[in-house]
């Protein structure tokens, strides 16, 4: 039995680094009666480890594995086993499957196979829950992340903390330094949920190695009671509240497979609390139908599809449902196409597609026990009571306010009689809609009916959390704009001249719309705005976009003008097809069913993507989708940035079609935009038929960008006062710059997260005329941010680079002299010639390269080896003084010159021959031994190692226990009068395999 005595979390002796302030307060909380985490410290949890390879805490999971399967693991053979299995798996996907259904292992040809459990989901205290931090751990490089959760002795989350009381890091840095850690130390990954960045005041979530952009705020502290405003807090005891972390393992993660690539995705905290309703309501069987309920409105964008599959998988596993049938209902065939591709790429099991009417009434009447997918129009006709009343039947129904349109939902309703129903829309309820809330909303105590269940996600909501982007609409060639009046005075201009009689000709065979609408110069000067706007503000940065049209006819016309301006291979139509009705000339658009998936899934790859795996999809060249009914609902496409809308498009049609350009993609995509040519977005209230309390800004006019720039242009270009930072170019102007940086609190960090933020909106708007005089400034701007990056960041490129985006390059290349930039500001080497150079600079200068090279030098080293932690200690003490005031002028030069030999000094050190650093850590464990002994036990060291290690052993565990028992016995027998045995000779043999394995020694190599 594992005997650990708990501790309690570590004691402040420094401030201001990561382990003593946010990771000391994380750690306090999680061991709270609240959250119920036990803290073990470094020592306790090193000794359940053979070595710092190895993640698993084998002997605890050894013990947790008989304790839940003691019928199945009978012996210390059959335990072995399921050990083995567990440590040759590499596959996250795999191991979380693992912990959510235990591992189905046949240990004898006799047996059936049986699922070996990992985990107790049902009683939460037959499960450990550790939490330990500065967790060593041994991979291409070594590593130490700062805080790990493990259950029954399986790493389930990383948490990175940086401080905020630094100049620069926040929660960004964490999260980018756990991407780092799953490819040097990927072992720790494998049985990873998700990882956390967090400073003091906000914790981020998020799979290691995505964009920050997919990286998540938890909102919700359910089921606790935390002050809001609190928003690390909140974040911490929604995150590792022990019956909501078992949650997400068993039912809230999924790895989503698009176009041969997995993804994994993590619930977030709307989705989450939303299943949490439905299973409430739904599971519930002393409740009345009309109470088991309920409408969910979560805007465009915010995962609706992906939370009405957590609720599918949710309810199907309840052990309170028996096996239901879960009814996912869709209005249209392609949001049906749309809701089945996810349920596939998630990998959910038990689903089945309705193929007809027949099809489907054959399921409900036959007791199909499952997920069935269809279509509101297949139960037209329908007997009723289908279902036999059956209360574990539940409907779900995407964009709800359509399926109850008509005769279709009183057939559905009649067919399911008993059933739970959810309705879920992406927009609110409109405000002469009653139909929706009476169809879908639970029949409260009072008689009313609840308008929706659980709090509303709104835009607004969106926006805060970044799971979309804003919306920014432009009208362009106003002129031709047909929306309310516009449409006659546009007629009048065109046609007024021409006798009554001729005007009404026009019209008598069509209406006065579709004769402008599809008048030729209209269409022309049209696609050249397209054309032009797309050329100039789109393409350059490898974004797509969509033109919305009247119908089939205009789509044809406008097809054919961007086919003449952007080439045929980047405009195709998207049509629905009928036979029956279109002529030749709209037939000749249609793709076919196969066709238009291939084209779809493609559309997603960047047109000029270069990955060898993308050069055999043709349809990745497509940038302009031409549409008229399709795609306007239920097509994600993240690469979308534009729509161009040339439409009467109104209420939930309108919301829905604007949010295709909503999606978050990457750094650079920082709005949507809607180009208006029919001028809907000038009377927008009107076209809305909303509360507008419910319904936010959904959009904003163009303008607001320029504006935005010229507020964050002026924040950053205010940090940098013209007396103290002459804008002349100069050396010492940059360095005056680049000192304010580093010498006034948090000017870093918003010079570094502002310049990037002006980046996006300076891509979003060239070219364009208002920005002229704004061009060279904004260059100077950017000299300086690469200048910041190559003195802080030597690993930063100084050159225009893909992170700079089209128009930024284009500045860099035409208004900064790169070369020049190398001479005036060289790159120095931590060497001893370093300060030397320095000599003849100004003691600003001299200081501010002197800190550069510290600051870069012991990050890279800081988490490879505990030598370098003081050293940063006492640098970041240096800064603090020097910000305060109390440490300037000669003394400081002094005492960072002091600092860079002991810096230098560490550098070396950890560049010495491996005999050398063996000596050193032998001659530190006993002072006493003259200058030949320690390089004579290091020989044999060596020697020993020669009989042990091979090409890539460090990159296993298996090596250690054997070559730690072979240096012990050595040393034991050859040198017991050195000394070096007493007090922790484990903990010596350990320092040593650790110094061959970091240097990778190999034999061969060194013979």
Known sequence: MVEIIATTAPTVAKLFNEETTVEREIIEHLQTSTLGWAYRNREQVTALRPDEREVLLLPLLREKLKQLNPTILTDEARVDAIITKLRACRNNQQWLAWLQNGVNYQFDPSEKAR??????????????????????????????????LLVNGIPVVVIEAKTASRSKPDWREGAKQLGMYSEEIDQLFYTNAYGVGVNETRMMYGVPGRRLQFWLQWRDPWPHDIDEFDEMKVSLYGLFDRNNMLDFIRHFIVFITKDGKTEKVVVRYQQYLAVKDILNRATDMTLVPEKRRGLIWHTQGSGKTLTMIYAARSLWEDPKLNQPTVILLVDREQLGDQMDRELMATGTENVHVAANKRDLEARLGGDYRGVILTTVHLFEGMPKNITKQRPNVIVMADEAHRTQERELGTYMRAAVDGASLFGFTGTPIEKDDHNTPVAWGQIKDNGTIERYMGRPYTVTDALRDGVVKPIHWQPRKTDWQLYGTKLDAAFKREFGHL?????????????????????PQRITQIADDVAEHFIEHIRPNGFKAMLVSKDKETVKLYTAAMRERLGDEAVIAVISEALQTDPNEIQALYLGEAKRKKLLNEFLIPAQSEVPEHQDKPYRKVELLVVCDMLLTGFDAPILQALYLDKNLRDHTLLQTIARVNRPYNELKGHGLIIDYYGIFDNLNEALNYRPDELGDIAFPFERIREHFRQQFETLWSLFPEDIVPRDGSHGAFIAAMKILRDEEGAEKQFDTGYRNLRVLYEALQPDEQLRDYVRPYAWLTKLYMLYRKKFYPDAALEATAEDAAHTQE????????????????????????????????????????????????????????????????????????????????ALIEELETLTEAVRAAVEESKRPISQQLALKIKARNAALNEAQPVEIAAAILGEADKHCFPGWWNS???????????????????????LLVDDAMGFIGTLVQVLKRKHYNPELEK
């Open 957 to 979: 565990s298996a090596v250690d226990p054997e070559l730690s028992k072979a240096l012990l016995l050595l040393i034991a027998e050859r040198f017991s009068a050195c000394g």
């Open 499 to 519: 006798p009554e009689a001729e005007q009404n000709k026009l019209v008598s065979s069509s209406s006065t719309l579709d004769v402008l609408l599809k008048l």
């Open 811 to 890: 500045l860099i290349r035409e208004h900064i002299d790169v070369e020049e930039m190398e001479k005036e500001f060289p790159t120095y080497k931590l060497d001893e010639h370093f300060l030397t150079k320095l000599k003849d600079k100004n003691p600003d200068a001299k200081a501010l390269d002197i800190e550069a090279i510290l600051t870069a030098e012991l990050r890279v080293h800081l988490d490879q080896d505990e030598i370098f932690r003081p050293l940063s200690e006492k640098l970041q003490r240096i800064i603090d003084e020097k910000r305060a005031g109390t440490l300037a002028g000669i």
């Open 115 to 148: 699922d070996v459990r990992l985990i107790d989901f049902d009683n939460l205290g037959a499960n450990d829950w550790w939490v330990t931090n500065q967790f060593p751990v041994e991979g291409n490089s070594p590593r130490r992340p700062d805080i790990v």
